[in-house]
């Protein structure tokens, strides 16, 4: 069994996958798809998207997700576009349970700042339509969701009792 999380970018599912880890005594390796994709392909993904296209990327981000979901005892943190595609939710569901984090877009905001590796982010407008538009996929494909304004610990601690491990 796996533990998916997926949410918006700035929703902290890396910092919550970290803390599960710690809490799991590492009993659960840590994955993120995305450095699992720059890593495969030895490119940013930024370059992949300039260089190779978003249909590119999202077949890579495919194959990863079935990868994945082969394997056991994994925290994948998702890339924010991952499970807006049916097939990758599907995919990670057949051997996991996928936690929602879900952050008020005031709290993407401060924890995103002003960090110039995100370029949807560069324009608020669009960034809150975005974040609009997938909130409701989120929650279409999740186990369960938690809100994910509170501290690092307590969410981590809400999605151990639900998954009991």
Do not use: W
Request: a neutral charge.
């Amino acid at each position: 069994m796996n533990i998916i999380l997926c949410g918006f970018m700035g929703c902290g599912k890396t910092t919550i996958s970290k803390q599960l880890h710690e809490l799991l005594s590492d009993k659960f390796s840590v994955v993120d798809t995305d450095l699992l994709i720059e890593k495969k392909l030895n490119m940013k993904i930024k370059d992949i998207f300039k260089e190779k296209g978003e249909d590119f990327f999202r077949q890579a981000e495919y194959e990863v997700c079935k990868e994945l979901s082969k394997n056991d005892n994994q925290i994948i943190s998702t890339g924010g576009g991952a499970l807006t595609f049916e097939r990758n939710a599907e995919v990670l569901k057949k051997n996991g349970i996928i936690i929602f984090l879900d952050a008020s877009f005031e709290t993407v905001c401060e924890r995103i700042g002003n960090d110039s590796s995100r370029p949807l982010f560069k324009d608020k407008t669009s960034a809150k339509k975005l974040y609009d538009s997938r909130k409701s996929i989120y929650s279409a494909v999740c186990d369960f969701k938690t809100d994910a304004d509170e501290d690092v610990y307590t969410v981590s601690q809400e999605i151990l009792k639900k998954i009991n491990v």
